[in-house]
């Protein structure tokens, strides 16, 4: 079982970054693909970005060259590092634990605006 919580969303202005963080609770973590999504008011929920136990990630079109996914296996963390951000980018942002099970972080608020 691998319940993520996520954390360090907020206000930031078009060009800055933000680092989100997602604890990932459980003794199995190295079984899951670890996910990020973000859902904008009105749209769809979107994958953002996807990486394997072994550090191989992948990218949606809008996040290659602005957003890095990481993750540390040895305290169950997932990060997403985004630079440049847009007004666009705004959104709630979900973390996923894609594995044995599924599941889903409560969320955070990411807001760019001036």
């Known amino acids: 079982q691998v319940q993520p919580v996520e954390s360090g969303g907020g206000l930031v202005q078009p060009g800055g970054s933000l680092r989100l963080a997602c604890a990932a609770s459980g003794s199995d973590f190295t079984r899951y693909v670890m996910k990020w999504f973000r859902q904008a008011p009105g749209k769809r929920r979107e994958l953002v970005a996807s990486?394997?136990?072994?550090?191989?990630?992948v990218y949606a079109d809008s996040a290659k060259g602005r957003f890095t996914i990481s993750r540390a296996n040895a305290n169950n963390m997932v990060y997403l590092q985004m630079n440049n951000l847009k007004p666009e980018d705004t959104a709630v942002y979900y973390c996923?634990?894609?594995?044995?099970?599924?599941?889903w972080g409560q969320g955070t608020q990411v807001t760019v605006s001036s």
């Open positions: 990486i394997t136990s072994i550090g191989t990630a």
């Open positions: 996923y634990a894609d594995g044995p099970l599924k599941y």
